[in-house]
């Protein structure tokens, strides 16, 4: 008890809750945010050991400097055609959410999410990889399925949950699932498609296959036990995979500080694993490309995985039911310091003298155009009722199992018989 | 054989079959396995189909899973289903609901073989019977063999079958049937008809039930260890029951639990989980439903209490000879 006397002297302990910088109502101010100039980060080897990736699991790879110039040593020297290609994929997924955002509001659909200012993380991706490379997206990669040419109506069908959904209106909205397009069904359990990312990695590494396999998450579902048990197992055996964390700063309300970002960067969390970690410019297309283009390679030569952290920003809402105002500054996305990715790559593709605002503005609106086309072609096909209009009633006991079991034969007829008795 | 080796056996015909089924987890490698189940595997198929894997539940079937999507049939092993809750959300968010997520675009046709069961001084955290919680999970099959015959070819059957499967092992009558008398010699799978099991392939078919005994006093509905522990008291009391093993808990083979109970009118369940919620609370309310005028008695569960599974007080949980004896007695009083 002698131990007790001195305590009392001691200073009481303090627990530390995270607080973001700004809240609603406050000016921004990011002057203290660490932004190394483009170029200044290098490219190591493809066969660079892990645990020499401490710098740049630290810094930020970026390319595309304040002119529009793409620098350094990561500069992927891309041909004018394919980036105007990136460029219009990026907008096109916009004009998409714009698009899908109303819709919602206009009651012909429950539910919507857009990826406004990420654009360039999952276009790049769907460039830099192969397109029977498979993708293992979160719910906020939709720009992999408009980059590898997916038809919007079929989108759209699933997120009107109509005739033409081929999930048969059983999946929330936005929940794709495309095994032609390399793009993995998309569940709402946050993080659980990063070890099933490397499973497949496992399995196509196991069966002597050339593909590899990539995987998205938010910085906050890094914090699930799922990413814990994905890297592991992605050092172990050294999994052809590409694990991207996508730092948009927010997880719905909460600022990235509550997954750990006070204290040490995502990219860095690769160093502990033994895997090559890279700290990227979410919003310099080029940097993106050429990050992932590498992590493929070092993949596809089986040098083993790639932890790549999409440093960016979430500029509108989580979802269409959450309102972004009641929690932060109105003031961060207009303020964020590394821009907007369609705005900097059409800047790169001006100052190659490859793209004007005429034709810009052109391609904008002929993109609106043609979102509005899908639309009409997939409203065709139903919008959401009240679940009860699109689909045959016994469709929703299909795909349980492959084959019905009895019981579920039982309740289908049930159901029908009640649906009948009440007149419906 | 014994049922480890009939376990053993049913994975190395599918592997001999299938180039795509794997074998994975924890210490099942070089070692084998901790119950050596699967012993030798490694050594015939490979490191890269037959793998030891980190300590992590939700990670092994989490990566199963995109093997399965993939093209493979991952037969994953959690060490022992008191430590399947990690993975409890890549089972249930995850494997079961792939197929009816994707329109059928993804499937995840994995086996995870888990020991289970108590009867072995295992404690709180080696004895558990968890399948009340996958039963209630739509997509997942869940199953359990009494017999080495019955492990193998229900085992060959899971694997093929391209639903995700729970596959129970129970570990106390891998050496042999046990009868509940844990103070008597233990016996081993020679002396027993169901010891004797072919080398190469045959399957059980998933959902049907077996009847052990057949019988027109009363209809007890039993599973793994239970099997044997119901079989040797009713022998030893001399009751003409029918004794159904259902071998798969989902799907269930109602006909034959239907027909029996119809024929005797009484009807008994005996599991080892814990009783609310558990799976007889689920074959009771069946039972009620299609046999209501058939039934002479109350239906009545024998099963392990709500409690943890206790240590030291094992063989007062342990639904033995003496609970289905009470039981017994209750259920034929008139």
Request: net charge negative; glycine share 8%.
């Amino acid at each position: 008890m002698a131990q007790n006397e001195g305590r009392r002297n001691l200073r009481s302990l303090e627990l530390h809750v995270p607080e973001p910088k700004f809240r609603p109502g406050d000016s921004v101010d990011y002057s203290d945010l660490v932004i190394p100039p483009a170029g200044s980060a290098p490219r190591p080897d493809i066969d660079a050991r892990p645990d020499s990736f401490h710098e740049l699991a630290y810094s930020l790879v970026r390319v595309l400097d304040e002119k529009g110039n793409a620098v350094g040593p990561w500069a992927p020297r891309l041909a004018p055609d394919l980036l105007r290609e990136m460029l219009r994929n990026m907008a096109l997924t916009r004009a998409f959410d714009e698009r899908m955002f109303r819709a919602q509001r206009q009651g012909k659909t429950s539910f919507y999410m857009k990826c406004t200012g990420e654009e360039a993380v999952a276009v790049a991706a769907a460039y830099a990889l192969d397109r029977d490379d498979m993708c293992f997206p979160a719910y906020r990669q939709q720009g992999l399925l408009i980059s590898r040419g997916w038809s919007l109506v079929d989108m759209m069908n699933q997120i009107y949950s109509n005739k033409g959904d081929r999930l048969k209106g059983k999946q929330l909205p936005i929940m794709y699932s495309v095994k032609d397009a390399g793009f993995f069904s998309i569940s709402g359990n946050l993080t659980t498609q990063y070890p099933q990312a490397v499973g497949w990695a496992m399995a196509s590494a196991a069966k002597g296959d050339t593909r590899i396999a990539a995987t998205w998450c938010g910085e906050g579902s890094t914090a699930e036990g799922d990413f814990h048990s994905a890297c592991t197992f992605a050092s172990v055996y050294r999994a052809p995979v590409i694990l991207n964390v996508v730092n948009n700063q927010w997880a719905i309300s909460s600022f990235s500080g509550f997954a750990g970002a006070e204290s040490t960067t995502f990219a860095a969390r690769a160093v502990g694993y033994g895997i090559a970690g890279l700290r990227v410019d979410g919003n310099d297309i080029l940097a993106v490309y050429a990050a992932t283009e590498w992590a493929a390679e070092r993949a596809r030569t089986n040098q083993g995985p790639t932890l790549i952290e999409h440093f960016t920003y979430r500029a509108e809402g989580h979802s269409t039911s959450d309102d972004p105002s009641q929690y932060r500054s109105a003031d961060e996305s207009s303020e964020w310091p590394l821009g907007d990715p369609i705005a900097r790559l059409k800047q790169h593709l001006v100052a190659l003298g490859e793209w004007d605002e005429e034709r810009h503005a052109a391609m904008d609106l002929e993109l609106a155009e043609t979102v509005k086309a899908a639309a009409k072609e997939s409203e065709k096909n139903g919008i959401l009722g009240h679940g009860l209009n699109n689909h045959p009633f016994e469709s929703m006991f299909e795909d349980v199992f492959e084959e019905m079991p009895w019981h579920l034969r039982e309740q289908c007829a049930q159901m029908l018989e009640e649906q009948k008795a009440a007149g419906l | 054989m014994n049922m480890i080796q009939a376990i053993n056996s049913a994975m190395d015909v599918m592997m001999e079959r299938d180039p795509d089924v794997i074998v994975m987890g924890e210490d099942v490698g070089f070692f084998g396995g901790v119950f050596r189940a699967t012993a030798g595997l490694q050594k015939k198929y490979g490191k890269t189909r037959v793998f030891d894997t980190p300590i992590t539940e939700c990670g092994i079937i989490g990566v199963a899973v995109g093997m399965g999507a993939y093209g493979l049939r991952p037969v994953p092993e959690i060490q022992f289903a008191d430590y399947i809750y990690p993975a409890l959300d890549q089972l249930v968010s995850e494997a079961a609901r792939l197929r009816y997520r994707s329109g059928g675009e993804f499937t995840a046709p994995l086996t995870v073989r888990s020991p289970f069961g108590g009867g072995i001084f295992g404690g709180q955290t080696h004895s558990q019977s968890p399948e009340g919680i996958f039963t209630h999970v739509s997509g997942v099959k869940t199953v359990i063999p009494s017999t080495p015959y019955d492990a193998k070819g229900l085992l060959i059957a899971a694997i093929e079958d391209n639903d995700p499967v729970i596959f129970f092992e129970p570990k106390r009558i891998y050496n042999g049937p046990f009868d509940g008398r844990y103070d008597k010699p233990a016996r081993n799978w020679s002396a027993h008809p169901a010891g004797e099991v072919p080398e190469g392939y045959y399957r059980i078919p998933l959902g049907k039930a077996n009847i052990v005994r057949e019988g027109e006093a009363l209809t007890v509905l039993c599973y793994g260890t239970m099997v044997h522990v119901v079989e040797a008291t009713i022998e030893g009391l001399g009751i003409d029951a029918e004794i159904v093993d259902l071998r798969t808990l989902v799907p269930l083979d109602i006909e034959t639990i239907e027909a029996s109970v119809k024929k005797t009118g009484r009807c008994l369940i005996v599991h080892e989980a814990t009783r609310t919620s558990g799976f007889g609370a689920e074959l009771s309310a069946l039972v009620q439903e299609r046999c209501f005028y058939h039934l002479e008695a109350p239906i009545e569960r024998v099963t392990g209490f709500d409690t943890p599974y206790p240590h030291s007080l094992e063989w007062a949980y342990f639904p033995g000879p003496v609970r289905i004896t009470e039981a017994l007695k209750k259920i034929l009083k008139d």
